[in-house]
T-cell receptor, first 112, second 113 residues
Framework: DQQVKQNSPSLSVQEGRISILNCDYT??????FLWYKKYPAEGPTFLIS???IKDKNEDGRFTVFLNKSAKHLSLHIVPSQPGDSAVYFC???????????WGAGTKLIIKP | DVKVTQSSRYLVKRTGEKVFLECVQD?????MFWYRQDPGLGLRLIYF???????EKGDIPEGYSVSREKKERFSLILESASTNQTSMYLC????????????FGPGTRLTVT
């Protein structure tokens, strides 16, 4: 039973437009959420995070939104650039347990 | 920059062989993790260690063991490799109090035939 779900295996977006990646979770005890980015032949790298006490966190072109009532978070990338083409993983944690629970990933393809 | 290295990028082993995967980090991080990544399943935690000689089971420890004799080195051992252990194995490290921001190695793609 996957507690963190990324229902879109892949997403294709035109360069310069907004990319929106979605993530749903089932465990109401999760209170910290992260996005990681992974290029082929490399390990994932940390991108951005959000605590459950917030509903938005922004870092340059990247913004994460959290909707606790819907148990949903999203990552917005604007404007999308070719270097953003990668697999994006959503992860969640409950502070009582430092373990991260990961989604299956969404492959983002930025078209020229 | 944190550097996390893994002993092999690609490995092919036969069923029943004992397999060692090594991870070395150069940033004096206290915590080290071993994950496997499979299509459609994301990353799943096998074991983690928060100090030398300390280890904790993750979600899928069966068929695996670990060793951490030195702070910078964390080894994953497949006692008797099986075909269902064919996967991408990823090592990660963090500071003790920043467990969420994990630094990953490049991964080892293991094929068991």
């Amino acid at each position: 039973d996957q507690q963190v779900k990324q229902n879109s295996p892949s997403l294709s977006v035109q360069e310069g437009r907004i990319s929106i990646l979605n993530c749903d979770y089932t465990n109401s005890m999760f209170d910290y959420f992260l996005w990681y980015k992974k290029y082929p032949a490399e390990g994932p790298t940390f991108l951005i995070s959000i605590s459950s006490i917030k509903d938005k966190n922004e870092d340059g072109r990247f913004t994460v939104f959290l909707n606790k009532s819907a148990k949903h978070l999203s990552l917005h990338i604007v404007p999308s650039q070719p270097g953003d083409s990668a697999v994006y993983f959503c992860a969640a944690s409950a502070q009582s347990n430092y373990q991260l629970i990961w989604g299956a990933g969404t492959k983002l393809i930025i078209k020229p | 920059d944190v550097k996390v290295t893994q002993s092999s990028r690609y490995l092919v082993k036969r069923t029943g062989e004992k397999v060692f995967l090594e991870c070395v980090q150069d940033m004096d991080h206290e915590n080290m993790f071993w994950y496997r990544q499979d299509p459609g399943l994301g990353l799943r935690l096998i074991y983690f260690s928060y100090d030398v000689k300390m280890k904790e089971k993750g979600d899928i420890p069966e068929g695996y063991s670990v060793s951490r004799e030195k702070k910078e080195r964390f080894s994953l051992i497949l006692e008797s490799a099986s075909t269902n252990q064919t996967s991408m194995y990823l090592c990660a490290t963090t500071y003790r109090d920043r467990v969420y921001e994990q630094y990953f190695g490049p991964g080892t793609r293991l094929t068991v035939t």
